[in-house]
């Protein structure tokens, strides 16, 4: 199966329905192809053997890769990308994986993470850095950094993602694919967690075609017993909507940014690009001048709830594996005393202010369809941009050693982790706070040939939408057939 790598999930199942294949084969060339790009990328971190699979199920004998973070495999350990839980097996199996499971997708393996997804590149310590395909100086983002260079590289098709402030559509842009964050709600979890960083968090995909993302979101949405609320479903399957016309859409751009002033010019071609085609498809394109909610407080309201969320992760492994401060990254045991010293009350403030960003949010939806900004402010930075500088890592060790975590507050570490976890991936957070569903698009490539794409922002339960107006984007500028230019 030498074409392995140019056919989608939805172009494999089809092989083997027709006899043309069989999941031995394909597990053959998905491994032949792991073994060959790996070494060069570090996106598969842990190998699984397979669990058996319904033959008869809509993605039966396609390969498959689970996200190192939450998408747990009874008997394997999912390590959050952290020293402390590498070798402490799950007991559940996740609701999202077991629906993989039930699809016929044969899961063979786990993707790098950063700590506790924790960043928008993959660098965690345990593993090592995952590298972009594009070139591999670069990062290929993160949280979800390993499946996004895994399908990026051909080792599969589609793999396991998950997204809590862009860790699915900032990868996604990294590597030139097509990643969709859906509505909250709309994909269960559990049964051993609840809704990810209070609601912000989803499982999903990400994908070198928008009819393997539309079939995937049919494969997992839905509610279970453990569900806190009913979301409602699709009228019709997501996979009907590839296809169909999205109809003349009104969109808003913007690439004006409180958090980054002065996002790259590849950054804004990259909106403007999309723009463009935009218009020649028919829509009608509107630009603003600043966006439409105050992002700068949304992103304060946002690194709030994320510190606190890294406290809350790191007491539960540490209860889970028995580990101490020692198994736990710097930065994660920084950000972690951070929201220790969060006062209650500021947390809730935060917490609420999520309804006016809503608000604001809906306001500009009664004038546009949809957002649309770059995916990311940059280009894909090279490894090791955000490394935290010694003298930085010493004044760390010293608070955090003296028990003075309040101080750190006061000192420009703060500052250094809005800019290194903020300022070049801005815009994805918005959708996150308000639980709007939104998609990353590749539609442009740097002078140097690295991918950026362009984000589009939703109304609530506009997943269907979304999902037309990416296969119309699709059809009119294919990407699929575009692979990174590497001798992989």
Request: hydrophobic share 40%; with cysteine.
């Amino acid at each position: 199966m030498d074409d392995y790598p140019s056919y989608d999930a939805v172009g494999l199942a089809g092989l083997v329905r027709d006899g043309k294949t069989t999941p031995a084969e394909l597990l053959e060339a998905a491994r032949a192809r792991l073994e060959r790009v790996n070494p060069r990328i570090n996106a598969v971190v842990r190998s699984v053997e397979p669990p058996t699979t319904p033959p008869d199920a809509p993605f039966a004998g396609v390969p498959f890769l689970l996200k190192d973070l939450h998408q747990d495999l009874a008997g394997q350990p999912t390590s959050g990308g952290s020293r402390s839980m590498a070798s402490v097996p799950a007991t559940e199996t996740a609701t999202v994986v077991q629906r993989w499971l039930d699809a016929g997708l044969v899961v063979f393996g786990k993707t790098n993470t950063p700590e506790f997804g924790a960043k928008g590149i993959t660098e965690p310590e345990l593993y090592g850095p995952a590298r972009n395909p594009w070139n591999t100086r670069h990062t290929p983002g993160g949280s979800s950094g390993g499946a996004a260079a895994a399908v990026a590289a051909g080792i599969v098709p589609c793999a396991g993602a998950s997204d809590g402030g862009g860790s699915i559509r900032i990868p996604a842009s990294a590597c030139g694919l097509f990643g969709l964050k859906p509505s909250r709600g709309l994909i269960p979890a559990g049964p051993a967690h609840a809704e990810g960083l209070g609601g912000t968090a989803t499982d999903g995909v990400i994908s070198r075609s928008v009819r393997d993302t539309a079939a995937m979101l049919d494969v997992l949405s839905g509610p279970t017993s453990l569900s806190p609320f009913l979301a409602a479903g699709p009228a019709t399957p997501f996979a009907d909507e590839v296809g169909r016309e999205p109809g003349q859409l009104r969109i808003g751009l913007c690439t004006a940014s409180a958090i980054n002033p002065s996002p790259h010019p590849e950054a804004v071609a990259a909106a403007r690009t999309a723009a463009a085609l935009l218009t020649e498809l028919g829509h009608e394109v509107v630009e603003l001048e600043t966006p439409p909610l105050d992002d700068a407080t949304l992103a304060k309201d946002f690194l709030t709830s994320w510190f606190v969320n890294c406290a809350h992760s790191m007491a539960q492994c540490k209860a889970v594996s028995g580990a101490g401060d020692a198994a736990f990254e710097l930065d994660t045991r920084t950000m972690a005393a951070l929201g220790r010293a969060t006062n209650p009350v500021d947390l809730v403030h935060a917490i609420e202010r999520r309804h006016e960003h809503t608000r604001r949010l809906a306001q500009f939806h009664e004038k546009y369809d949809l957002l649309l900004t770059p995916t990311t402010a940059t280009p894909p930075p090279k490894i090791g941009a955000f490394d935290t500088p010694a003298p930085v890592r010493a004044i760390q060790r010293g608070l955090l050693t003296a028990g003075a975590a309040g101080l750190l507050r006061h000192t420009p570490i703060v500052e250094r982790l809005i800019q290194d976890n903020l300022s070049w991936v801005p815009y994805t957070q918005l959708a996150n706070l308000t639980g709007r569903p939104a998609m990353s698009v590749p539609l442009h490539w740097t002078a140097d040939g690295l991918p950026i794409g362009t984000q589009f922002v939703g109304r609530l339960g506009a997943d269907g939408a979304l999902l037309r107006l990416a296969a119309q984007l699709e059809q009119a500028r294919p990407w699929a057939a575009r692979h990174p230019p590497l001798d992989l």
